[in-house]
């Protein structure tokens, strides 16, 4: 929708309000002008339902309206003496439409010293709750969000099972964008799995101002921008067009800022033509080709975890080489793993520079089918793979670049998705002998209205990111990871062990192994309990 749109629908819930309450206003002591002023009439409903005027900012922000719009629509009947469950019910019901009956047809007292506690245990509960939501949605959408590692792409670094606290701040937080949603869920709702959301109408994009700018190698959480999964569970029947908030969350690594010329050689990155130096923490993985001396006796996965720490044993079999390929080794690893007493060689399984990527899967009638489109950008005629790739432009915000028939597969999905179709603006992009075409105007340059990123996993040869489906807008940037709370290890024996204490309260960022701040957590809570045992003790002895 586009802000038009917005402002006609606001002005049209500002005539409804104004219809359905201008009595009550006046019963309530008011003047009848003040129900049809937009703003000014929330906070004198707040005035007249006795509650605090900040209520007005909730009733604007996204999602925690939802919330709020059902409270203020009980309360506003309440203080006119409606207080039965009937009335309730028929509040909630008519989406507050039962308001009119009571404004038109009732002759109603204005409460003004009306009791805002609770009736009943249940009520308190309820309230209780209901404000618990309404604030962990404030934290959950514009400062704070947990996140959890599902994907050993960033292996190492961050490990699958952590728990993380991702921030929305650093970057600045984007606002919902899909405003009839159930709170802080994503794109399903848990246990009944139906979708959490209604697409239409979105709210246009907005971000609140960050303090920091992504910098190159920062670990960054992000909507999957080529996403179209039913929901975020793995790929079922069937697609979707899905809002941009609600695409699926993705973490990984941000080699490639706004600007850079990034390419790919043996699996390394380069930007500009140098190599990427990642941060001390940062663990590069790759794949290896092991070759046994006595192959029967090779070892295992659980072997390989245990003795070198290779979590993502993939173990593939090579019969022309005699060869196991195992994936996520990291140089150190690999060093290691050289010197058993079992392995003959040892050499990182790298695709050679100019064989394409090739992915063989099983049609719908079991047929092997060959896809020559799953690398960047995708149309089959690059002679590129995932270790040896590009090198490509990263478009930056403001910046044009020569558009011909051999460079428009670069930008395409950004001119006819990006910065078309997402940000209301109907783009079509074609090709013809004749050259390259936008609504049907010739195209020979485009300047690119944001900024892009290159995201990567440091899991080179296991991980599904840019070298796959291209660039990352800023707008669905969602935040950077900087704590991990918890971790668990689904792979170790015993409740015990499965808890990774070392990882408990470490921060993402930063050079060097994590360390965990949990024993200073539990002293603090601690040190709270005792304070609060004998803040009320003392309480007690004063009555």
Same mark, same amino acid.
């Given at each position: 929708?586009?802000?038009?749109?917005?402002?006609?629908?606001?002005?049209?819930?500002?005539?409804?309000?104004?219809?359905?309450?201008?009595?009550?206003?006046?019963?309530?002591?008011?003047?009848?002008?003040?129900?049809?002023?937009?703003?000014?009439?929330?906070?004198?409903?707040?005035?007249?339902?006795?509650?605090?005027?900040?209520?007005?900012?909730?009733?604007?922000?996204?999602?925690?309206?939802?919330?709020?719009?059902?409270?203020?629509?009980?309360?506003?009947?309440?203080?006119?003496?409606?207080?039965?469950?009937?009335?309730?019910?028929? +509040?909630?019901?008519?989406?507050?439409?039962?308001?009119?009956?009571?404004?038109?047809?009732?002759?109603?007292?204005?409460?003004?010293?009306?009791?805002?506690?609770?009736?009943?245990?249940?009520?308190?509960?309820?309230?209780?709750?209901?404000?618990? +939501?309404?604030?962990?949605?404030?934290?959950?959408?514009?400062?704070? %969000?947990?996140?959890?590692?599902?994907?050993?792409?960033?292996?190492?670094?961050?490990?699958?099972?952590?728990?993380?606290?991702?921030?929305?701040?650093?970057?600045?937080?984007?606002?919902?964008?899909?405003?009839?949603?159930?709170?802080?869920?994503?794109?399903?709702?848990?246990?009944?799995?139906?979708?959490?959301?209604?697409?239409?109408?979105?709210?246009?994009?907005?971000?609140?101002?960050?303090? %920091?700018?992504?910098?190159?190698?920062?670990?960054?959480?992000?909507?999957?921008?080529?996403?179209?999964?039913?929901?975020?569970?793995?790929?079922?029947?069937?697609?979707?067009?899905?809002?941009?908030?609600?695409?699926?969350?993705?973490?990984?690594?941000?080699?490639?800022?706004?600007?850079?010329?990034?390419?790919?050689?043996?699996?390394? +990155?380069?930007?500009?033509?140098?190599?990427?130096?990642?941060?001390?923490?940062?663990?590069?993985?790759?794949?290896?080709?092991?070759?046994?001396?006595?192959?029967?006796?090779?070892?295992?996965?659980?072997?390989?975890?245990?003795?070198?720490?290779?979590?993502?044993?993939?173990?593939?079999?090579?019969?022309?080489?005699?060869?196991?390929?195992?994936?996520?080794?990291?140089?150190?690893?690999?060093?290691?793993?050289?010197?058993?007493?079992?392995?003959?060689?040892?050499?990182?399984?790298? *695709?050679?520079?100019?064989?394409?990527?090739?992915?063989?899967?099983?049609?719908?009638?079991?047929?092997?089918?060959?896809?020559?489109?799953?690398?960047?950008?995708?149309?089959?005629?690059?002679?590129?793979?995932?270790?040896?790739?590009?090198?490509?432009?990263?478009?930056?915000?403001?910046?044009?670049?020569?558009?011909?028939?051999?460079?428009?597969?670069?930008?395409?999905?950004?001119?006819?998705?990006?910065?078309?179709?997402?940000?209301?603006?109907?783009?079509? +992009?074609?090709?013809?002998?004749?050259?390259?075409?936008?609504?049907?105007?010739?195209?020979?340059?485009?300047?690119?209205?944001?900024?892009?990123?290159?995201?990567?996993?440091?899991?080179?040869?296991?991980? %599904?990111?840019?070298?796959?489906?291209?660039?990352?807008?800023?707008?669905?940037?969602?935040?950077?990871?900087?704590?991990?709370?918890?971790?668990?290890?689904?792979?170790?024996?015993?409740?015990?062990?499965?808890?990774?204490?070392?990882?408990?309260?470490?921060?993402?960022?930063?050079?060097?192994?994590?360390?965990?701040?949990? *024993?200073?957590?539990?002293?603090?809570?601690?040190?709270?309990?005792?304070?609060?045992?004998?803040?009320?003790?003392? *309480?007690?002895?004063?009555?």
């Amino acid at each position: 929708m586009t802000i038009t749109g917005w402002l006609l629908l606001i002005l049209v819930i500002q005539i409804i309000h104004f219809l359905g309450t201008w009595k009550l206003y006046i019963k309530a002591g008011r003047q009848a002008w003040e129900a049809a002023v937009p703003i000014y009439n929330s906070v004198v409903l707040m005035k007249i339902i006795n509650r605090p005027w900040w209520w007005t900012i909730l009733l604007f922000i996204p999602i925690v309206n939802l919330i709020m719009f059902p409270v203020v629509w009980v309360e506003t009947i309440r203080s006119f003496g409606r207080n039965s469950a009937m009335d309730t019910a028929l +509040v909630l019901l008519t989406l507050g439409l039962y308001i009119f009956y009571i404004n038109y047809t009732q002759d109603v007292k204005y409460i003004e010293e009306r009791d805002l506690k609770p009736r009943t245990s249940t009520g308190e509960w309820v309230s209780s709750i209901l404000f618990a +939501v309404v604030a962990a949605t404030i934290v959950h959408t514009y400062f704070m %969000q947990p996140y959890t590692i599902p994907t050993s792409s960033l292996e190492k670094t961050l490990l699958v099972g952590d728990f993380l606290f991702v921030s929305k701040f650093h970057y600045g937080a984007r606002t919902p964008m899909t405003p009839i949603s159930f709170p802080m869920v994503h794109d399903t709702i848990p246990v009944v799995k139906t979708k959490s959301y209604i697409a239409y109408p979105q709210i246009p994009y907005f971000r609140l101002p960050g303090f %920091q700018d992504i910098e190159r190698n920062d670990i960054v959480v992000f909507s999957w921008p080529t996403d179209t999964l039913v929901d975020i569970n793995p790929p079922g029947s069937g697609s979707v067009i899905k809002p941009i908030d609600k695409k699926s969350n993705y973490v990984k690594r941000c080699v490639g800022l706004p600007g850079d010329s990034l390419s790919v050689k043996d699996g390394y +990155v380069y930007i500009n033509g140098e190599k990427n130096e990642l941060p001390g923490r940062a663990k590069l993985q790759h794949s290896y080709w092991v070759k046994y001396k006595s192959p029967q006796l090779r070892l295992s996965d659980n072997q390989l975890y245990s003795r070198y720490g290779i979590t993502d044993a993939t173990v593939e079999y090579s019969e022309q080489t005699g060869e196991f390929r195992i994936a996520a080794i990291t140089e150190e690893m690999a060093a290691r793993l050289k010197n058993h007493p079992n392995v003959e060689s040892i050499r990182k399984a790298d *695709k050679p520079e100019g064989e394409p990527e090739i992915q063989r899967y099983y049609g719908a009638n079991r047929e092997i089918v060959t896809n020559l489109n799953s690398i960047f950008p995708n149309n089959g005629k690059v002679a590129w793979n995932t270790d040896n790739f590009g090198p490509v432009y990263i478009p930056e915000a403001g910046k044009t670049v020569e558009i011909t028939p051999e460079s428009i597969d670069y930008y395409k999905r950004i001119i006819e998705v990006y910065e078309g179709r997402e940000m209301g603006i109907d783009n079509t +992009v074609t090709t013809n002998d004749r050259g390259v075409f936008l609504n049907g105007e010739p195209l020979t340059e485009y300047t690119f209205k944001m900024d892009y990123y290159w995201m990567m996993g440091d899991n080179r040869n296991n991980s %599904q990111d840019a070298r796959m489906w291209g660039y990352v807008p800023f707008n669905h940037i969602v935040g950077k990871p900087v704590f991990v709370w918890f971790s668990w290890d689904s792979r170790a024996n015993g409740i015990m062990n499965k808890i990774r204490w070392d990882r408990l309260f470490t921060t993402v960022g930063g050079d060097g192994e994590p360390v965990s701040y949990f *024993k200073y957590f539990v002293i603090l809570l601690a040190g709270w309990f005792v304070f609060n045992f004998f803040r009320k003790k003392r *309480k007690a002895n004063a009555k």
